[in-house]
């Protein structure tokens, strides 16, 4: 019996040894050589190299973000607007005027490991705020020169401030190609990127997205494709100060025209096919050519004996109200139809636009009725869509008025017939 006795205190004895061993605080495994982890909130994946979308919100509310980092006792949180640093620690709350922005989150740890996050954060205008779109290239400017903004509500305008620069020779025009508003650009405004203010009668300033002020040759727009042996018209800025273009080997020094915004010269006699573009300007660096929303120093073009029926950049979104310009694509006669034989196959040339969701192309007759054969054509990446234009299509476009490119979210760039 006094041996059971002492085998239960044993046991109890042990067992009261475990319950202390649990009862004590548990080791810290975190440490400041740990890699650093954005654990909350996960952002959305981009698509086609863009950024993603992570917030959406009206100039009238806040952005507000709180991240959960680790190593949280060891990290640093510093939040970025366009590359500017604006905030540091867990939680953002700040106003921001109407505009799309470059937001990035950063973590860094006391050893400086770092990892980060980033996207777009776009912040809606509200109703009747003047606000500035994009419909073509006029977002890059040329100090000293003319520019124009597109947009809604422009008329009560007084000033729009760039860079610190308030600029007050304001002219608002509304005619065929959309209310606008003509400036000169200051001279003495830096090369670089810049948001641009809106201000009205009583001082009130509105966001309206960001210009590119450069010195440089930027050719814009007429570049990437060509008949060969025809005219051919190239836009941009700083264009009286090119030298030369390269194409297949064959350098031209000759141009039949030439002014700040646009160069035309006879293309070579080149068979049908794709072609890298090259330029020198008369202080003999590169050319710089805009596309798919990058400035590189060659551009792609493609040489075709198609006829082309619209070159630009013609925004496209069913949001406007009817009316407006942008409501639809309606840039083709019915007249230039008319003298269409059926089988042949139209061409839309169309870079989308990021940002925009729930992207759709479809051609339509003047009234809005679907061309024969065709539907409506989701959008996810820049491209093509060709349209065999059957009689029975030729004939509803003269029956109803024309001919329109409806939907949302992309830019017309090109409409070649073959």
Same mark, same amino acid.
């Given at each position: 019996?006094?041996?059971?006795? =002492? @085998?239960?205190?044993?046991?109890? +004895? ?5 319950? +202390? ?15 650093? &982890? ?13 950024? *993603? ?5 009206? &100039? ?6 709180? %991240? ?47 990892? =980060? &996050? ?5 912040? !809606? ?13 006029? &977002? ?6 003319? +520019?124009?903004?597109? $947009? ?39 090369? $670089? ?13 509105? /966001? ?18 060509? !008949? ?10 700083? @264009? ?13 020094? !000759? ?7 646009? %160069? ?7 068979? +049908? ?5 090259? $330029? ?42 009817? /009316?407006? *310009? ?6 083709? /006669? ?15 040339? =169309? ?19 679907? %061309? ?47």
């Amino acid at each position: 019996m006094k041996k059971l006795q =002492y @085998m239960l205190m044993a046991v109890l +004895a042990l067992s009261l040894s475990f319950t +202390a061993c649990t009862e004590k605080d548990p080791f810290e495994t975190i440490t400041t050589e740990d890699e650093p &982890r954005i654990l909350d909130p996960i952002f959305a994946n981009g698509q086609n190299g863009q950024l *993603p979308l992570i917030a959406e919100i009206n &100039r009238d509310a806040n952005l507000t973000m709180e %991240l959960v980092v680790t190593p949280s006792a060891y990290s640093t949180v510093t939040w970025l607007i366009d590359g500017y640093e604006v905030h540091k620690g867990t939680a953002l709350n700040m106003n921001l005027k109407a505009g799309t922005y470059l937001f990035k989150v950063l973590v860094t740890t006391n050893a400086g490991k770092s990892t =980060y &996050r980033e996207g777009n954060v776009k912040v !809606n205008p509200l109703a009747g705020d003047p606000w500035a779109t994009v419909k073509g290239f006029e &977002r890059f400017i040329m100090p000293g020169n003319k +520019a124009v903004l597109y $947009g809604d509500n422009l008329n009560v305008v007084k000033n729009i401030v760039m860079d610190g620069k308030t600029i007050s020779d304001l002219t608002y025009i509304e005619d065929a190609k959309g209310n606008h508003i003509e400036y000169t650009v200051p001279a003495d405004l830096s090369e $670089g990127v810049h948001r641009v203010l809106l201000v009205d009668e009583g001082g009130n300033d509105y /966001g309206a997205n960001t210009v590119t002020v450069t010195r440089s040759v930027l050719v814009t727009e007429g570049a990437n494709r060509a !008949n060969p042996n025809s005219e051919w018209r190239i836009a941009g800025l700083n @264009m009286d100060q090119i030298a030369s273009l390269t194409i297949a080997g064959e350098t031209i020094t !000759n141009f039949t025209g030439q002014t700040a915004t646009e %160069l035309v010269l006879t293309s070579p006699k080149l068979e +049908a096919g794709t072609y890298t573009l090259t $330029g020198k300007t008369s202080g003999n660096t590169d050319v710089q050519f805009y596309t798919a929303g990058s400035v590189k120093a060659e551009l792609t073009v493609t040489i075709s004996s198609e006829t082309v029926l619209f070159d630009g950049h013609h925004y496209v979104s069913w949001v406007f109200a009817d /009316g407006n *310009p942008n409501k639809t694509f309606n840039l083709i /006669g019915k007249d230039v139809f008319a003298t269409i034989s059926a089988g042949s196959t139209l061409s839309i040339h =169309y870079s989308i636009k990021p940002e925009d969701a729930g992207r759709e192309l479809q051609t339509t007759s003047g009234s809005w009725t679907k %061309l024969p054969g065709t539907d409506a054509v989701i959008l996810n990446e820049d491209g093509v869509v060709d349209v065999v234009l059957t009689q029975e299509a030729l004939d509803l476009i003269q029956a109803q008025d024309g001919f329109l490119y409806v939907g949302h979210g992309y830019y017309v760039d090109k409409v070649t017939l073959k």
